[in-house]
DNA sequence: ATAAACTTTCAAATTATTTTGAAAGTTAGA
DNA sequence: TCTAACTTTCAAAATAATTTGAAAGTTTAT
């Protein structure tokens, strides 16, 4: 296999990935082009290389900085934008890791606090039921809520700095 | 607020979540309706509750039996199918995460390991870029892979095994 | 063997998400 | 100021994912 085959199929697996977690099919293959390249690269080069409009390159481009995944450089004499990834995987995963808790953890947990609140007849089966499954998840997602925090601060932490070198 | 109300809202944001993560908004609301349900219920019942068709909640429970997640249930001299939920959050989580490892990491791991192998021109930036990105993005993978796998035999392994009563 | 009770299938319809592209907006330099 | 180079916006179009529902299939009891 040659390197522009290898270079496609790892975009197309990437894209598939993150479709499957939720993340934009070509926001992902975007990310993934910009890891392969060692050059920062323009809005043209990205609408050509992974055939997309103008529009939704420059959306795309734009979560993707919103993710803190990539980055807007400026080339002197210019007046052109250029995209540069991060290449560093373990960064990526901490980045995606802190935006997802802040999305969709954080927001959950808000509702299973309200939720773990509702009172009713301790004596109802169904009111037993849900009270102990939402206490349950609100319990595990605080738990998941905590180890992202310290995860997330690992640098500083000698416990998980040294179980993140394991990983490096 | 009362409980059909919490039960909504609960059923609601479980769906929300599990689509923000690529699994079926629907699958995720029935998987919510029986997290709640002290009695397992039949196809009539979810489809009345969630206002599904019939073929909807016939398929979607299929593939929460598949993903482990609901059980059929019969009654004894009855003909109707009735389906429960496993309500222990920690064997919904490693369930979870056992399918997804098997469906999702490891055919990424797959070909990761592939466009691992291409050869190239090593003094060529665009081959060296791509040949440690796809390698780091491989290791980190590999990993989450050990890390599952020693996760998922928790029980048998003194180390994991105290981490994770701290989560229960 | 037949019928009633129940489950499964899947093509078509619906709904949700993503993408396009042309127009509007912005910026830098002459 | 004006214009060319470049970026952003967003309504409409295209695509993808989900859902429906009626017909076909299956099972059990008589």
Redesign the pocket.
């Known amino acids: 296999m040659q390197l522009p085959e290898a270079k496609s199929k790892f975009i197309e697996a990437w894209g598939k990935l993150g479709?499957e977690w939720g993340i934009?099919?070509?926001?992902a293959q975007v990310h993934a082009l910009l890891m392969v390249s060692p050059e920062a690269l323009?809005?043209?080069e990205i609408m050509e290389e992974l055939?997309?409009?103008?529009?939704?390159?420059?959306?795309?481009?734009?979560d993707l900085i919103s993710w803190g995944l990539v980055e807007k450089q400026h080339k002197a004499?210019?007046?052109?934008?250029y995209f540069f990834a991060d290449k560093d995987t373990w960064n990526i995963a901490r980045q995606v890791a802190k935006e997802r808790r802040k999305r969709e953890l954080d927001p959950i947990i808000k509702i299973l606090d309200e939720l773990s609140k509702v009172e009713g007849d301790k004596k109802d089966e169904a009111f037993k039921t849900f009270n102990k499954s939402v206490n349950d998840i609100n319990k595990l997602a605080k738990n998941v809520d905590k180890t992202l925090e310290t995860m997330l601060k690992a640098e500083e932490n000698w416990f998980w700095g040294s179980i993140f070198k394991m990983f490096k």
């Open positions: 479709s934009n099919r070509t926001m323009t809005t043209e055939k997309i409009s103008r529009g939704n390159a420059n959306m795309t481009l734009r004499g210019e007046r052109k934008e």
